[in-house]
């Protein structure tokens, strides 16, 4: 067992003693991943027949790029080999090439090409990366996940997340693919039937025939479906209730009479009034859903730093109106352990919750945790931006002019990219670095120690920021409107599809305090 998972697990059992202790907006903090329990209430009643025409359709980034790590990285999770375990810069990952998706997990990292291959580095403890990693040192270095996934030349995968201990990837044609295990305050409680830790996809089986899933977003331990037809699915650790479907009798009993199968089947996250949704996300131990009625909110789980955008500290085990995201719409949302940062169509990003080291990005002066979701100022007051991330407790996000990037929060882990090594940033920064000249960047994705970014030549044409395209507007495309473009072989140039930008996981330790 690697040193970084044992660390994980001590805080994990450590957390168990400690739930109660650190349990609200005005508790003591710890520089540690770390997050709280609680209690909540919710709302129901949805559905749609799975065989009905798709409602919306997700694309995804098509301009390849290349890999770059910086962080932690005993674990490998950097991919730098086994004599890197540490850069406060950016480092390119070699071996890789093509990239249009690279996603954070808790100690590890997945990426997809363009051809529709995933490759995953890191942490295998419980088999997070998909293959085997029985040579010495070859969970250092990126390899490929093939056994168990379709042929990328037939169904390539189209999409990716990341978890603490698992990694979901979604198909051209639908199907959804898992590997590894969720967890939950005693352990690990399985992937798809309980106690399974699984070396190797496992394609996902849903309680109905004909379910097509259009993306996945990750927490630390649950995943959240959004199908094409517009339905959310949920499954995984339901204990803070982040399944939006499990009470929270049931979800502190293991499920009761029905056992570990009500958190790891599939099952439909029910909301009254909204007719289907048309993008999900998912934090360390929340969920949320954009329904397609006037681009409303829904959240459920963890609340106890107002991090849900509710305007209360209740835990929510039912979707709730995110009260503080009404009257503007919203690109993308990333919640880390106890924030959340958002940003709307115009470009601005906005921070809520948790407050301590900086990662509202509002000052050292306002470091108590907040109800509000307000704008970020400082650099970020005059640049409109593409995407956001959130780690365990920094933030992230991409300039959309000139492809630069920015971070803020907690710096004990380097994840930052600009500082002291050690240093806090109570403001965004620009992330600098020798590997960062001459590129935009197209993604950055936060995980429980390290930072994932995605870059590619400043020339080159980049896809149109994140968002959601309507079954109506994509009708004719087919399944390929899923599926990420190649690179043109003309000018260098590589195609403008609208691409959705992908919430990288909260990855913290299994269990919140």
Request: hydrophobic fraction near 35%; proline fraction near 4%.
């Amino acid at each position: 067992m690697t040193r970084s998972r044992k660390r994980a697990i001590s805080e994990t059992e450590n957390n168990n003693n400690a739930s109660m202790a650190d349990s609200g907006a005005g508790g003591p903090a710890r520089k540690t991943a770390r997050a709280d329990t609680a209690a909540a209430a919710g709302a129901s009643s949805s559905g749609a027949d799975s065989a009905a025409v798709d409602k919306v359709r997700l694309h995804f980034n098509s301009t390849p790029g290349q890999v770059l790590t910086l962080g932690e990285g005993d674990t490998g999770q950097l991919g730098l080999g086994d004599e890197v375990l540490g850069r406060k810069r950016p480092a390119k990952v070699d071996g890789l090439s093509n990239v249009v998706q690279a996603v954070a997990g808790g100690m590890h990292t997945v990426c997809l090409t363009a051809d529709g291959v995933v490759y995953t580095f890191g942490c295998n403890d419980e088999q997070a990366l998909g293959r085997s990693t029985s040579e010495d040192g070859s969970e250092y270095l990126p390899g490929q996940v093939g056994e168990g996934l379709p042929d990328p030349a037939e169904d390539p995968v189209v999409h990716i997340s990341a978890g603490d201990s698992h990694t979901a990837a979604v198909t051209r044609t639908g199907r959804l693919y898992l590997w590894g295990t969720f967890r939950d305050s005693n352990g690990i409680i399985g992937l798809t039937r309980a106690k399974e830790v699984s070396a190797r996809p496992i394609q996902l089986e849903f309680p109905e025939p004909g379910v097509r899933v259009a993306k996945t977003a990750s927490g630390a331990c649950h995943v959240v479906c959004l199908t094409r037809d517009g339905r959310v699915f949920t499954l995984g650790c339901g204990e803070q209730g982040q399944l939006g479907r499990v009470n929270e009798r049931l979800a502190g009993a293991h499920g009761g009479r029905n056992g570990m199968q009500l958190f790891l089947g599939p099952r439909e996250v029910r909301i009254r009034g909204s007719p289907y949704f048309t993008d999900v996300w998912a934090g360390a131990y929340v969920s949320f859903a954009k329904s397609a009625k006037k681009g409303a909110i829904y959240a459920w789980g963890l609340n106890n730093y107002y991090q849900l955008g509710t305007g209360d500290l209740e835990n929510k085990f039912f979707p709730a109106l995110a009260t503080e995201f009404s009257g503007k719409q919203w690109r993308e949302v990333s919640t880390g352990q106890h924030h959340t940062v958002a940003l709307d169509e115009a470009g601005q990003v906005y921070s809520i919750g948790r407050g301590e080291y900086g990662r509202l990005g509002r000052g050292p002066d306002r470091q108590e945790s907040s109800g509000r979701l307000e704008p970020i100022g400082g650099v970020l007051a005059s640049l409109a931006c593409r995407q956001v991330s959130c780690a365990t407790a920094c933030s992230f996000c991409v300039a959309e002019t000139d492809g630069s990037a920015y971070a803020w929060g907690m710096g004990s882990n380097k994840q930052l990219g600009h500082g002291d090594e050690d240093e806090d940033a109570f403001l965004p920064g620009r992330i600098e670095g020798k590997q960062l000249e001459g590129v935009r960047v197209l993604s950055v994705s936060g995980g429980g120690q390290h930072t994932v970014m995605l870059v590619a030549p400043r020339a080159a044409k980049v896809d149109a920021p994140a968002g959601a395209v309507s079954a109506a507007a994509s009708a004719s495309a087919g399944d390929d409107a899923t599926r990420p473009s190649a690179p043109s072989t003309a000018s260098g140039v590589v195609s403008a599809t609208p691409t959705v930008a992908i919430t990288a996981p909260a990855a913290v330790s299994a269990t919140p305090t």
